[in-house]
């Protein structure tokens, strides 16, 4: 079993940042990659990004690629993701994600987070 502890969540203007965290803990979470999925209003739960324990390649989807940054500490055994440059339309709830080999768009992760609200206003 993998628990995952999203924070970082919040409201903030147009074109400013946040970060997220996830916390992950259990038995075997070092055997899943991570990533992160988000639900805005009204929306389908969209994958956003993934990347792997061990530092290797990231992923991302084409709306946040250049503002958006994936990355990982396995001493505190946290994913991040940074997040810049916003607009509204990233206004969703963010989910934290595990799954194996990889967190990839359209197919459900094993684990998820309980999500964190992100509010971009213009």
Do not use: H
């Amino acid at each position: 079993q993998v628990q995952l502890i999203e924070s970082g969540g919040g409201l903030v203007q147009a074109g400013g940042s946040l970060r997220l965290s996830c916390a992950a803990s259990g038995r075997s979470f070092r055997s899943y990659a991570m990533g992160w999925f988000r639900q805005g209003p009204g929306k389908e739960r969209e994958f956003v990004a993934g990347i792997r324990w061990n530092g290797g390649s990231t992923d991302y989807a084409d709306s946040v690629k250049g503002r958006f940054t994936i990355s990982t500490d396995n001493a505190k055994n946290t994913v991040y993701l940074q997040m810049n440059a916003l607009k509204p339309e990233d206004t969703a709830v963010y989910y934290c994600a595990a799954d194996a080999p990889r967190v990839v768009p359209g197919r459900p992760p094993a684990y998820w987070g309980q999500g964190t609200q992100v509010t971009v206003s213009s």
